[in-house]
């Protein structure tokens, strides 16, 4: 299921945690240059004047920008009264993975689905008596910590999967699916460039297989 909306609400903690996780894990996957190369050329050829497309090849990272830097308001939770709007660049990333055929994706969701109805009851479970920052909690007894060892693990079993698929690879928004959670940690304080930003999300996605 998504949730169409462009300004970050909320995200469970659970969730913030386990794609910090994915992001900064690292990506040691090398993928085939000639798949590279053609999806990065789709990308170029869809972008509007002033977009540009370009491949991180250390990182297997496709960033899509704006030229030059706009006004944004940071989207990020918990905000203060006085924050104000700062000059960003204004960019979308997409990670290249390795690819997962559709058979395989659908079993992974599932299992997904269900671990982390598991994740979601434990993390609500350990919140209640535990103290915490986020989704990191501290112990106060065995029971408590054999809790909290049974809850990290649980995350570990989550499966990290692509968003999309180009011919022999997977991609996947980082940090956040802007489908999902908007613009993220700034969105545009200019309308046009807003509409300007989701229609290039349109083209990106226009250009990558859904799974």
């Not at 994915?22 to 509007?48: I, Y």
């Not at 250390?58 to 939770?77: F, H, K, M, Q, Y």
């Not at 993220?184 to 930003?197: C, L, T």
């Amino acid at each position: 299921m998504k949730i169409h909306r462009f300004l970050l609400c909320c995200l469970t903690v659970p969730l913030i945690a386990r794609m910090a996780v994915a992001v900064d894990s690292g990506n040691n996957f090398h993928p085939p240059p000639t798949t590279v190369h053609e999806v990065v050329r789709a990308l170029k050829e869809q972008m509007p004047q002033g977009w540009s497309a370009n491949y991180d090849q250390e990182n297997a990272v496709i960033e899509i920008g704006r030229d030059g830097e706009i006004w944004a308001e940071s989207t990020l939770p918990n905000q203060g009264p006085n924050q104000k709007d700062e000059r960003v660049k204004f960019s979308f990333a997409l990670r290249l993975v390795p690819f997962v055929s559709k058979e395989a994706w659908r079993k992974l969701t599932d299992e997904n689905q269900q671990t982390q109805k598991k994740v979601d009851a434990l993390f609500a479970e350990l919140s209640h008596h535990l103290p915490h920052m986020g989704d990191a909690f501290v112990g106060t007894d065995d029971e408590s910590k054999k809790k909290i060892a049974e809850y990290e693990h649980l995350k570990g079993e989550l499966h990290d999967l692509p968003r999309f698929y180009f011919r022999d690879v997977g991609l996947e928004w980082i940090p956040l699916d802007p489908d999902l959670w908007g613009f993220y940690p700034y969105a545009p304080v200019d309308e046009g460039v807003f509409r300007e930003g989701k229609d290039v999300i349109k083209k990106i996605e226009g250009v990558l297989s859904s799974y």
